[in-house]
C-alpha cells in the first residue's frame, strides 16, 4: 500500500517537473523569435544607414 502511494507522489512529482520544463521551452523558443527579430532589425537598420550614407556622399559637393 505504501509503496503505491510512493507511487502516485513521484508520478505527480514528475509530472510538475514536466509543465515546468515545456513552460521553460515554450518561453525560450519566444524569447529566440523576439531575439532574431531584434537582430534582423539591427541589422536592417544598419543597411538603411549605410545606404543613406553612401547617397550623402554622392551628393556631396565636390571641391
Known sequence: MKSK???EKVVESAKEM???LQNNAY???KLNAVW???QYNSCSKNMLHFKNSTNCMDKA???
Open 5 to 7: 502511494l510512493l507511487d
Open 36 to 38: 532574431q527579430k531584434a
Open 27 to 29: 518561453a525560450t523558443k
Open 18 to 20: 514536466l509543465k515546468k
Open 61 to 63: 559637393s565636390k571641391i
